[in-house]
């Protein structure tokens, strides 16, 4: 059974950083491209970063380009978001997700549980 | 990037009704679309992929159609497991965007 468990999630003040953990199991990690999608209060879905199966290649969303850094270390089958210089508007419940293949064309067959980040002063 | 426009945004309708729900991409997705269902403090659970190949564990009174820029998502007869925020996306090309949601609710 495909499982992904997100964790470090919070209460932060405008400008701080927190970093995100997805702990996967049920699957072979390191063969699949993993997403980070997240969902602002009473809104839609927002796909906010993704990162190729080995790691070597990441593509984020331009209102997170800078501030967002996708990794993964899949000796440990974990997925991480360092989110730096964060702002009100980042303030959401963030989805990790798998994709269905190797980065491009794919879609998300499984979604961790979400964990709520909120910033504010 | 792609916008992708949903409608209408609320259904109101009665168990055992069939429910059609339109999707427009901005530009051509072919038919790099999914669906996605979500419920009340869960996470979405992918519904179709391929504009119209159901996810495993999809009932069959699911279906969807289209390619290029328009689809649609078809419940065939509502039932009480299938009051919610539905949502497309296309993965077709980077930013993979999603439409703002139709939400489906009991009447």
């Known amino acids: 059974e495909v499982q992904l468990l997100v964790s470090g999630g919070g209460l932060v003040q405008p400008g701080g950083s927190l970093r995100l953990s997805c702990a996967a199991s049920?699957?072979?990690?390191?063969?699949?491209?993993m997403s980070w999608v997240r969902q602002a209060p009473g809104k839609g879905l927002e796909w906010v970063s993704a990162?190729?199966?080995?790691?070597?290649?990441?593509h984020s969303t331009d209102s997170v380009e800078g501030r967002f850094t996708i990794s993964r270390d899949n000796s440990k089958n974990t997925l991480y978001l360092q989110m730096n210089s964060l702002r009100a508007e980042d303030t959401a419940v963030y989805y990790c997700?798998?994709?269905?293949?190797?980065?491009?064309?794919?879609?998300?067959?499984?979604w961790g549980q979400g964990i709520l980040v909120t910033v504010s002063s | 990037e792609i916008v992708m426009t949903q409608s209408p945004a609320t259904l109101s309708v009665s168990p055992g009704e069939r429910v059609t729900l339109s999707c427009r991409a901005s530009?051509?997705?072919?038919?790099?679309l999914a669906w996605y269902q979500q419920k009340p403090g869960q996470a979405p659970r992918l519904v179709i992929y391929?504009?119209?190949t159901r996810a495993t564990g999809t009932p069959a009174r699911f279906s969807g159609s289209g390619s290029g820029t328009e689809f649609t998502l078809t419940i065939s007869s509502l039932q009480s497991e299938d009051f919610a925020v539905y949502y497309c996306?296309?993965?077709?090309?980077?930013?993979?965007?999603f439409g703002q949601g139709t939400k489906v609710e009991i009447k």
């Open positions: 990162i190729r199966a080995g790691g070597d290649f990441a």
């Open positions: 997700a798998k994709d269905t293949g190797d980065f491009t064309g794919n879609y998300f067959d499984y």
């Open positions: 391929g504009a119209s």
């Open positions: 049920g699957f072979t990690f390191s063969s699949y491209a």
């Open positions: 996306q296309q993965y077709s090309d980077w930013p993979k965007t």
């Open positions: 530009q051509s997705v072919r038919s790099s």
